[in-house]
């Protein structure tokens, strides 16, 4: 199943936040304001009753409840239809608001102390109200006689407000969520178009063309190391076509030498009748050119399987100085041909693909003797220093320039820009060797000046 898309993610994400932080906001705001209200009603209920206690703490006989009674008349004026009740404790009715709900009833199952009030809600012929009921008076207060005063005030109002208030607020929360999503998905989408002009500089990129490098600065900075990832690599893609232009030029040149001498050797061998000894030197001279053929190919093959990972590579411990003296063995009878004399100095040992070593030494080797001058000497130096093995062949003879020392293990390049001297191999010896050193996780270098060309490899010990 397809992943969902950032855009589809992100906007759920938003959802889903906006579904949890509205709802809770909106029940804090419902909380509060019923609370508001209950608290603004319980103090209204309390100051009624600390009235009528200041009131009745005056009466000290019968005669002094008149004017009471016309003092609690007085005292639930303005209290938005306050109703009370007042009652000794040996039942006697004192006062009682007309009309009231039944608030006799609440002053019988009051059974709080002195000191605590009762606050219920209760609903009586189809309305609500909030009810206070207080216990007060006794030896030690300035109310000699226990009386039980209930107070109570609708709250109807109150509760159609707060119902409509939940309404309007779930309301407003459930928009709230559906207006963040919609603008999360459009915020996202903006957010994306630097990511989108990306993705089609991407799609641009052909062999031909190539596509233009993004500045980091002109993307957003969490995009930054994208747009620099991206310019690294549009700069190895040219690199990669340019060498693969290369490759096909060099390529098709190395090949036309040898078909065009083929070509042009069977034209002449064929023009005229000739003797077997005139026919047989004809197919050496041919089977020179298919052995630079067959080594070409053969290089060629060895480069791309090291390039895609193909071939294998044993590890077995390799005497190093074992293998530069049978290959000084291979290559005496040359070396004496040309005056070159060949000299070992140090040894060592490593882990690695012994073939694949022994061939980087030839190819060093076969180098070194070729552009030595007769009377010098080709010396191969190996040291073991920490967890490294260094090789150094080094051989005198014309110094190399500095700019294609740099260019000296590219593939199909030589010196020489004749590319026309026989022997001279189609370039790709020291891009084998590259090749070979990589693999053992090695580094290659080469110098070159008065005094001679070095080439410089270093392995690790254990790979």
Do not use: C
């Not at 996202?188 to 002009?197: K, M, S």
């Not at 067959?294 to 480069?303: E, P, R, S």
């Amino acid at each position: 199943m397809r992943p969902l898309s950032l855009a589809t993610r992100l906007t759920v994400l938003f959802t889903v936040a906006a579904a949890i932080v509205f709802p809770v906001f909106g029940w804090v705001i419902s909380g509060e304001m019923e609370n508001h209200f209950e608290e603004g009603d319980t103090a209204e209920l309390k100051v009624i009753a600390d009235a009528v206690y200041q009131a009745l703490a005056g009466v000290r006989s019968p005669s002094d409840l008149a004017p009471v009674e016309r003092r609690f008349d007085d005292i639930l004026i303005g209290h938005h239809s306050a109703s009370l009740y007042i009652a000794r404790d040996d039942g006697r009715l004192v006062y009682a608001s007309d009309p009231h709900p039944d608030l006799a009833a609440v002053s019988h199952a009051t059974t709080e102390s002195l000191e605590r009030d009762s606050i219920q809600q209760r609903s009586q012929g189809g309305n609500t109200y909030r009810v206070l009921a207080r216990r007060m008076g006794g030896d030690e207060d300035a109310l000699p006689d226990v009386h039980t005063i209930v107070v109570a005030t609708p709250i109807d109002y109150h509760l159609t407000f707060l119902a409509e208030f939940r309404r309007t607020l779930w309301l407003m929360v459930v928009s709230g969520i559906v207006i963040v999503s919609a603008m999360g998905w459009v915020a996202v989408r903006q957010g994306h178009t630097p990511l989108r002009e990306i993705v089609n500089r991407m799609r641009r990129v052909s062999a031909s063309e190539g596509a233009e490098e993004i500045p980091p600065e002109t993307v957003p900075r969490e995009l930054g190391d994208l747009a620099v990832s991206f310019n690294e690599m549009l700069r190895r893609v040219d690199e990669s076509f340019r060498r693969l232009t290369n490759f096909n030029a060099d390529i098709a040149h190395e090949l036309r030498t040898p078909i065009t001498n083929l070509m042009t050797q069977t034209q002449v061998s064929l023009s005229r009748a000739r003797t077997v000894d005139e026919y047989q030197e004809i197919l050496y001279s041919n089977m020179e050119e298919y052995e630079r053929m067959a080594q070409m190919v053969g290089d060629m093959l060895f480069l791309a399987q090291q390039d895609n990972g193909a071939s294998k590579r044993e590890s077995a411990d390799v005497d190093l100085a074992a293998e530069v003296r049978s290959l000084f063995d291979y290559y005496e009878g040359w070396a004496e041909e040309l005056g070159v004399a060949l000299s070992l100095d140090g040894k060592a040992n490593i882990i690695g693909d012994r073939l694949l070593l022994q061939r980087a030494l030839s190819n060093l080797l076969s180098n070194a003797i070729r552009h030595t001058p007769a009377g010098g000497s080709v010396r191969v130096t190996l040291r073991t220093t920490g967890d490294a093995t260094t090789i150094v062949v080094e051989n005198p003879g014309t110094p190399i320039p500095s700019a294609d020392v740099l260019k000296i293990f590219d593939r199909f390049f030589r010196i020489d820009p004749s590319r026309q001297r026989r022997g001279e191999g189609a370039g790709l010896g020291l891009a084998i060797v590259k090749s070979i050193v990589d693999v053992h996780d090695g580094a290659i270098e080469a110098t070159s000046d008065d005094s001679g060309t070095r080439f410089r490899i270093t392995i690790p010990v254990a790979i």
